[in-house]
């Protein structure tokens, strides 16, 4: 077999080999040494390089040169250049030894020598590509774990916001419970009240004397009527189709969006329609507040 075609066995690019075999004046080793030495170069990069050797001089009766620093032999200037690039030797004379060309048995055993050199350099190679595979993965692995920590710590954030809304609202919705039934307390109270002057002024008895205020967070104020500005919130009895719900407003609040709070309950409001005195509110109402509709303190609305 060629010794190209053996460099081609090892791996090599076929021109680079070539290039190499002529660098070297076909020594095998050399060539090997040459091309492991420029892997990282393209056949390009290294003809546009190279300097063309210095011509003999006339009478040169050498055979070789050789290494001064070491004494090995070199067939032409290129190889010992190689050399000197590769190991730093400086000092180089002429040699009127004659380097034979190796023997087919020499070439083998130069060859297999080459072989198992690249085969140790990419062991390495792979070796090493391993651990920065593992260091890679093992940064991976980390970014991966972070974003995980974040998410959940975002989530976790999520979770409490929602927790800490629903009990605002639940705390919201008491509130408003406990007022609704103070005012209704509030109304009864008065209208026994009215009731109880009127049957003392159909038996020609004196009044009964007013009844004390509730103290405490559920009073609903006075017994004396106040004027509507006075109210912040008003109390709605709504009559629906499935039955009869008590609702209670800011007084700044849409009819619009008193249709929707019902619609949220599964009621779908066309109109609003009051019995005494007898009127409708239909959608070109609703941007009308429950103020300015006369709906406060409290008003009883049929849903159609």
């Given at each position: ?8 066995d ?65 067939k ?8 000197a ?14 380097i ?8 083998k ?23 920065d ?5 093992q ?9 995980q ?57 004196a009044?009964?004397p ?49 249709a ?43 849903i159609k």
């Amino acid at each position: 077999m060629a010794d190209i075609d053996n460099l081609v066995d090892m791996g090599f690019e076929r021109e680079k080999a070539a290039y190499a075999l002529k660098k070297s004046n076909g020594d095998l080793g050399s060539a090997v040494d040459w091309l492991g030495e420029n892997s990282d170069k393209s056949l390009e990069d290294l003809k546009a390089a190279e300097e063309a050797p210095a011509d003999p001089k006339p009478g040169e009766q050498a055979q070789s040169l050789q290494c001064d620093d070491c004494g090995k032999l070199f067939k032409s200037v290129a190889q010992a250049e190689f050399h000197a690039s590769k190991s730093g030797h400086e000092n180089f004379s002429e040699s009127t030894v004659e380097i034979k060309p190796l023997t087919e048995e020499e070439k083998k055993q130069r060859l297999e020598e080459m072989k198992a050199r690249l085969a140790d350099k990419r062991a390495t190679q792979a070796e090493q590509e391993k651990i920065d595979r593992k260091k890679n993965e093992q940064i991976r692995m980390k970014a991966t774990k972070e974003s995980q920590d974040a998410k959940e710590a975002l989530e976790k954030k999520e979770r409490l916001k929602e927790a800490a809304e629903k009990k605002r609202e639940k705390k919201a919705e008491e509130d408003a419970k406990k007022r609704v039934l103070a005012k209704l307390e509030a109304d009864k109270q008065e209208r026994k009240r009215k009731a109880d002057i009127e049957k003392a002024a159909r038996a020609g008895q004196a009044p009964p004397p007013p009844v004390a205020e509730p103290s405490g967070p559920t009073s609903s104020g006075p017994t004396t009527s106040k004027p509507a500005s006075a109210y912040t919130e008003t109390r709605l009895a709504l009559q629906t189709p499935s039955g009869r719900v008590t609702k209670t407003f800011p007084v700044e609040t849409t009819l619009f969006e008193v249709a929707h709070a019902m619609e949220q309950d599964g009621v779908q409001v066309n109109t609003f329609n009051t019995t005494f005195p007898k009127k409708t509110f239909d959608r070109t109402d609703f941007g009308m507040t429950l103020k300015e509709a006369g709906f406060v303190p409290s008003a009883a609305l049929i849903i159609k």
